[in-house]
């Protein structure tokens, strides 16, 4: 039972490059999420889906896209990398709905974008 | 959307002294408040959450406190460790609504 998987771990870009970073859950969760983390901004959700066939946006979208390719993989694509999206990024997934309970997080990606 | 604000930003103690983080959350039909703690290089990990249908929940040396008519909630952690250290993230969400929102975060040192 691996929980949730991320890849890459680490990134290096150059600015207008592309890259799709990907997850994946085994825990049959509903719901999937996108953060990054910055020094002193906490984990800003980026996008999220709540189901199978569905996304929302979070608090910071621009320049992201997502897909959720069936229930266990959402992947998040960076189309054209610009300096400021150099962060670290969290998938998370959760059950969600009326059981709202804990979210289990991957163990990170770090881009950087040069 | 939910806006979680966080203080304090960085909080250092003494092994064994109390620490309390607080968080007030914007949107009144919030009803689940969960914290997360962030070992360094490591992922975030809940340590307890609380519902809103409670006002205090404990375990062990931590405990969360919920006041909604403020609209805020704290995070106790007593006789703490150096092994406490770390930084705590506060989250508010609605339980049929799958947005989840963090606070800024809190990096908590304790000094042996």
């Known amino acids: 039972n691996a929980g949730v998987t991320q890849t890459p771990k680490f990134q290096v870009l150059k600015t207008g490059q592309s890259m799709t970073l990907q997850c994946a859950q085994d825990?049959?969760?509903?719901?999937m999420y996108w953060y990054r983390q910055d020094p002193g901004m906490g984990l800003r959700l980026i996008y999220y889906s709540a189901s199978e066939g569905t996304t929302d946006k979070g608090e910071v979208p621009n320049g992201y896209n997502v897909s959720r390719l069936n229930k266990r993989e959402f992947s998040l694509r960076l189309e054209s990398a610009a300096p400021s999206q150099t962060s670290v990024y969290f998938c998370?997934?959760?059950?969600?709905?009326?059981?709202?309970?804990?979210?289990?997080f991957g163990q990170g990606t770090r881009l950087t974008v040069v | 959307g939910e806006n979680v604000e966080q203080h304090p930003s960085t909080l250092s103690v003494q092994e064994g002294d109390s620490a309390v983080i607080k968080c007030t959350y914007s949107?009144?039909?919030?009803?689940?408040f969960p914290w997360y703690k962030q070992e360094l290089g490591k992922r975030p990990q809940l340590i307890i959450d609380i519902r809103s249908n409670v006002g205090e929940k404990k375990d062990q040396r931590i405990a969360v406190t919920l006041n909604k008519t403020a609209k805020h909630f704290s995070l106790h952690i007593t006789e703490t460790q150096p092994e406490d250290s770390a930084v705590y993230f506060c989250a508010a969400s609605l339980y049929n609504n799958n947005d989840m929102r963090f606070g800024a975060g809190t990096r908590l040192t304790v000094k042996p």
């Open positions: 949107d009144s039909a919030s009803n689940y």
């Open positions: 998370a997934s959760k059950q969600g709905g009326a059981l709202n309970t804990e979210a289990f």
């Open positions: 825990m049959n969760h509903n719901s």
